[in-house]
């Protein structure tokens, strides 16, 4: 009789230690992926700042070359790219404090890798652009740098 027993316990289920080894191996997993998953969502919003940082930059380039942006006579002009809730034209409804960049914009950007963060444009007397993310932040053009670096 004793023999009957083993030999229907072999064939169901899973002990309790084999269950418990099994949630601990699960555990130790998760610890070593979460972390990793999280830093790669990081990379993916640095990554779509740089992005979005270049695209009004080139906007502002082009621009540049055509004369139809405001460049001071010395020093640098900074100001934030926002949406004009006043516009009447669609296609013009983003401005640098006057300064209309909507020509190239679909959307008026905003970052995803600074919590309530915007877009700056710094022109200076040599025509060169910086796109900052918060007035005198994070530079996101032409050189990463901070936290939109790894």
Sequence with gaps: MLNNLKKKRKGKGFTLIELIIVIAIIAIIATIAIPKLL??????????????????ANTASSLLANDELDVPATGVASSRVVENPNAEDPDTNVYTNGNDIAVGLQSIPTSKSVEDGEFWIEVS????????????????????AGALID
């Design 39 to 56: 830093n790669s969502r990081d990379q993916a919003n640095r990554k779509s700042d740089i992005a979005n940082a270049k695209t009004i």
């Design 125 to 144: 007397a040599d025509n060169s652009i910086r796109i900052l993310i918060n007035d005198g932040g994070i530079e996101a053009y032409p050189t990463p």
